[in-house]
T-cell receptor, first 112, second 110 residues
Framework: DSGVTQTPKHLITATGQRVTLRCSPR?????VYWYQQSLDQGLQFLIQ???????AKGNILERFSAQQFPDLHSELNLSSLELGDSALYFC???????????FGPGTRLLVL | GQNIDQPTEMTATEGAIVQINCTYQTSGFNGLFWYQQHAGEAPTFLSYNVLDGLEEKGRFSSFLSRSKGYSYLLLKELQMKDSASYLCAYTTDSWGKLQFGAGTQVVVTP
């Protein structure tokens, strides 16, 4: 158990819908990272927050957005969902910088 | 990841040694990580190299050569539970975002 929690564990929805994935980092960690893992793309970095502020952006679609709240939990919002958005979404946390990232159990999203 | 390469699959026998190679190309480099991932589960941290050389941690060791853009993960005394995907990842900035390779699936046979 890494200490990072993610909810929900599984999510099934339809194309065009919007969903919110939630992540709580390890106690003491200020940095949260979101990654997407699909069969054909591997693990892809989406976005990073540090102490409430966006610090780095990767291959995140405009339909996706995220935020980190004052209590340091983070939410990833996915809208206008497409079939290709079906993937495992992982959240990771660290104390910041180049420190080791610890991954949560992931949310498996299936878009039908 | 398009700038990071590792073999797709390796098979080895229980008790043996396996070496997983990883090569990368990047203009900036701030460290290399190895993670283990069992199917459908979260990646778990194995090792981190920022300086050239060998880091040993129990049955697992990791090596880095920054000048060659090369790293390897050495798994010794293989156990059945070591069957998993091993992900190589580098970070290029001080904020730590990771660029992952596609992973090497290691299959341990009895």
């Amino acid at each position: 158990d890494s200490g990072v929690t993610q909810t929900p564990k599984h999510l099934i929805t339809a194309t065009g819908q919007r969903v919110t994935l939630r992540c709580s980092p390890r106690s003491g960690d200020l940095s949260v990272y979101w990654y997407q893992q699909s069969l054909d793309q591997g693990l892809q970095f989406l976005i990073q927050y540090y102490n409430g502020e966006e610090r780095a952006k990767g291959n995140i679609l405009e339909r996706f957005s995220a935020q980190q709240f004052p209590d340091l939990h983070s939410e990833l919002n996915l809208s206008s969902l497409e079939l290709g958005d079906s993937a495992l979404y992982f959240c990771a946390s660290s104390t910041g910088g180049r420190e080791t990232q610890y991954f949560g159990p992931g949310t498996r999203l299936l878009v039908l | 990841g398009q700038n990071i390469d590792q073999p797709t699959e390796m098979t080895a026998t229980e008790g043996a040694i396996v070496q997983i190679n990883c090569t990368y190309q990047t203009s900036g480099f701030n460290g290399l990580f190895w993670y283990q991932q069992h199917a459908g589960e979260a990646p778990t941290f194995l090792s981190y190299n920022v300086l050239d050389g060998l880091e040993e941690k129990g049955r697992f060791s990791s090596f880095l050569s920054r000048s060659k853009g090369y790293s390897y993960l050495l798994l010794k005394e293989l156990q059945m539970k070591d069957s998993a995907s091993y992900l190589c990842a580098y970070t290029t900035d001080s904020w730590g975002k990771l660029q992952f390779g596609a992973g090497t699936q290691v299959v341990v046979t009895p």
